[in-house]
């Protein structure tokens, strides 16, 4: 692979020299610290399953270019998802691309592993929820109240996020209560302590 691209970071885990069993594979087919100047400092970090015959995990992460294009960052294949795995994948991401005295938007899921981990490996990192998985967990049966929350989680004004929280207010009152459960400044580009560059995953 390096004879195809000498630039391609590549890390391969096994077992013990003896059987040989696949762990975890990390790679990435660019020259990454000549590439993350560049793009916005937010980071997007999700999972996904593979189908087919081995049935692992991949974890990924994407940015935003500067032409406000998708950009694939690293990659992982491993057996499942788990705290070790999340933690090897951020701190291989970490060493090879922003570093860990970096200031960075890390936008992911309520996932417990990767709320544990993302302050333990990126210790000024600003750690945030995706928009568009806290509205599809709000339990309602109004769609009203998710296009608000939309509006209410874009809004760069107070007067614009109050206008659509109140809406929910006055007609979704427990889609309200689950709302207010999750800090403002982890979903709200409003009250984000640093600019998600208008990020928000919709």
């Known amino acids: ?42 980071v997007v970090i999700d999972k996904t399953f593979l189908k087919g015959r081995y049935c692992r995990t991949l974890l990924t992460t994407i940015v935003i270019g500067p032409n406000n294009h998708i950009f694939p960052l690293p990659f992982l294949i491993a057996d499942s998802e788990t705290t070790e795995s999340w933690t090897y994948f951020l701190e291989m991401f970490g060493s090879n691309f922003y570093g860990y005295d970096t200031r960075f938007v890390v936008i992911c899921n309520k996932n417990a592993r990767i709320i544990n981990v993302v302050p333990k490996v990126f210790l000024f990192a600003i750690h945030t929820f995706c928009a568009f998985h806290i509205s599809n967990n709000i339990k309602t049966t109004l769609e009203s109240t998710r296009i608000a929350f939309k509006m209410a989680a874009e809004a760069l004004t107070s007067i614009d996020f109050d206008k659509h929280m109140n ?36």
């Not at 459960?181 to 990020?199: A, E, F, G």
């Open 1 to 42: 692979m390096r004879l195809v691209d000498p630039d391609l970071v590549f890390d391969i885990q096994t077992t013990s020299c003896k059987d040989k069993r696949f762990i975890r594979y990390f790679w990435c087919f660019v020259p990454p610290k000549k590439t993350y100047k560049l793009l916005r400092p937010v």
């Open 167 to 202: 809406i929910i207010r006055n007609t979704d009152p427990l889609g309200l209560q689950y709302m207010l459960s999750i800090p403002k400044k982890t979903w709200s580009n409003l009250y984000i302590l640093m600019s998600r560059y208008i990020v928000t995953l919709y």
